[in-house]
């Protein structure tokens, strides 16, 4: 078998991690090779789930690709693609955005000299190509080439890092063209051998389904590991998250619901708890307390776009994540308490034609770039 090595760099973007390339050294357009290409690349399918033939590694939030090219857009400076791996499956998607990695968009494209950045604070404007949406990323420079160092830190990473703040740009409908995609707040669904639990579906940044943590016999503070070991409770919440998929349009089957959309998460008001790196987590140092899920595992932070939807649901009035979040919150510093910690986003929510309409959300990571070079495939 030929040997074939591709350009490539490694980036740690929010909470995740993942194999950025340049559009223009891939070997093809085409999307069935490309798939091919980035299994191999990642080391899926993995039956043994650890994916050690490839970069990733075992956990979904590091099983990632991106795809940057110059954009012809007027409104935008890169065009940026992502691809979801599966872990143990030969399933690579292409229907959502990861909200983490988008962090690292920016100062990838200014590191790499797609684009000419400026001493100081920069804003690049991103064609996020999976949602049809544009993301404003606005980080530092120095010496031309993006801050790394700097002391602002997020729940799950340790040490501190420059900040990035990301604005979502009228984020509603990135993947069922509507925020509301059933036009209710809350909706009442028949779960078969359940029964009927109310949900709310969000679609800001990604389609993502609500439920109340005790509605299915949760607290809404257990930790990953325990919430993965509830087997009847994780098959429960697929469930509730593959009926939502075909409520809204997102497949023409329950069964044949997507892997990575729509996400799922389960809320509750603000709980006590203690954080995966054992610090005690007060319930006064939040808004929600929330639990999310990705590629049918429970995530051990929240997803980048998780975080961007969250701010904006707890901002509409009668969702569920509204009715459980802290009352005298402020919209534009939800505080969202998570597995790893506390995680904060904003939204500027109005009203249009008498509904709600998401103009902007807002979201904060760092980055750093970990390795640039070759990747065999």
């Given at each position: 078998m030929?040997?074939?090595?591709?350009?490539?760099?490694?980036?740690?973007?929010?909470?995740?991690k993942?194999?950025?390339?340049q559009?223009?050294?891939?070997?093809?357009?085409?999307?069935?090779?490309?798939?091919?290409?980035?299994?191999k690349?990642i080391?899926?399918?993995?039956?043994n789930?650890?994916?050690?033939?490839?970069?990733?590694?075992?956990?979904s939030?590091?099983?990632?690709?991106?795809?940057?090219?110059?954009?012809?857009?007027?409104?935008?400076?890169?065009?940026?693609?992502?691809?979801?791996?599966?872990?143990?499956?030969?399933?690579?998607?292409?229907?959502?955005?990861?909200?983490n990695?988008?962090?690292?968009?920016?100062?990838?494209?200014?590191?790499?000299?797609?684009?000419?950045?400026?001493?100081?604070?920069?804003?690049?404007?991103?064609?996020?190509?999976?949602?049809?949406?544009?993301?404003?990323?606005?980080f530092?420079?120095?010496?031309?080439?993006?801050?790394?160092?700097?002391?602002?830190?997020?729940?799950?990473v340790h040490?501190?890092?420059?900040?990035?703040r990301?604005?979502y740009?009228?984020?509603?409908?990135?993947?069922?063209?509507?925020l509301?995609?059933?036009?209710?707040?809350?909706?009442?669904?028949?779960?078969?051998?359940?029964?009927?639990?109310k949900?709310s579906?969000?679609?800001?940044?990604?389609?993502l389904?609500?439920?109340?943590?005790?509605d299915?016999?949760?607290k809404?503070?257990?930790?990953?590991?325990?919430?993965?070991?509830?087997v009847?409770?994780?098959?429960?919440?697929?469930?509730?998250?593959?009926?939502?998929?075909?409520i809204?349009?997102?497949?023409?089957?329950?069964?044949?619901?997507?892997?990575?959309?729509?996400?799922?998460?389960?809320?509750?008001?603000?709980?006590?708890?203690?954080?995966?790196?054992?610090?005690?987590?007060?319930?006064?140092?939040?808004?929600?307390?929330?639990?999310?899920?990705?590629m049918?595992k429970?995530?051990?932070?929240?997803?980048?776009?998780?975080?961007?939807?969250?701010?904006?649901?707890?901002?509409?009035?009668?969702?569920i994540?509204?009715?459980?979040?802290?009352?005298?919150?402020?919209?534009?510093?939800?505080?969202?308490?998570?597995?790893?910690?506390i995680?904060?986003?904003?939204?500027?929510?109005?009203?249009?034609?008498?509904?709600?309409?998401a103009?902007?959300?807002?979201?904060?990571?760092?980055?750093?770039?970990?390795?640039?070079?070759?990747?065999?495939?």
């Amino acid at each position: 078998m030929t040997q074939r090595w591709i350009k490539a760099t490694y980036y740690r973007g929010g909470t995740s991690k993942g194999v950025f390339f340049q559009k223009k050294d891939l070997p093809t357009s085409n999307q069935d090779e490309l798939n091919d290409l980035f299994l191999k690349v990642i080391g899926s399918p993995d039956s043994n789930k650890r994916q050690l033939n490839g970069m990733g590694g075992g956990v979904s939030s590091v099983s990632k690709c991106v795809i940057i090219s110059p954009s012809d857009r007027d409104d935008a400076d890169v065009d940026y693609n992502f691809i979801q791996i599966a872990i143990d499956k030969p399933i690579a998607e292409w229907n959502n955005n990861c909200g983490n990695l988008s962090g690292a968009v920016g100062p990838y494209a200014v590191q790499e000299g797609i684009i000419k950045a400026k001493e100081g604070e920069n804003k690049i404007r991103i064609y996020q190509v999976n949602t049809d949406k544009i993301i404003h990323s606005t980080f530092n420079v120095k010496d031309g080439k993006p801050l790394i160092e700097g002391d602002y830190s997020i729940a799950g990473v340790h040490g501190t890092g420059s900040k990035v703040r990301l604005d979502y740009l009228e984020p509603g409908g990135s993947g069922t063209g509507k925020l509301l995609p059933t036009g209710n707040v809350i909706d009442e669904i028949e779960i078969k051998d359940f029964g009927k639990i109310k949900i709310s579906i969000i679609d800001a940044a990604t389609p993502l389904v609500y439920l109340l943590a005790e509605d299915i016999g949760l607290k809404g503070t257990e930790t990953p590991d325990e919430l993965d070991a509830q087997v009847d409770k994780m098959n429960l919440i697929q469930k509730i998250r593959r009926k939502a998929a075909y409520i809204v349009g997102l497949s023409k089957s329950e069964d044949e619901a997507p892997m990575n959309t729509p996400r799922i998460g389960i809320v509750t008001s603000p709980k006590d708890y203690v954080s995966l790196d054992g610090t005690k987590i007060n319930s006064n140092d939040q808004d929600i307390t929330t639990r999310m899920f990705s590629m049918e595992k429970t995530h051990k932070a929240i997803m980048g776009t998780a975080g961007v939807n969250i701010g904006v649901a707890a901002a509409i009035e009668g969702t569920i994540a509204n009715n459980v979040k802290r009352k005298d919150s402020n919209p534009m510093e939800l505080r969202a308490g998570n597995p790893s910690g506390i995680m904060t986003a904003g939204a500027v929510i109005e009203s249009k034609d008498g509904k709600p309409f998401a103009k902007s959300a807002i979201f904060y990571r760092t980055f750093r770039p970990l390795m640039r070079g070759e990747v065999l495939i």
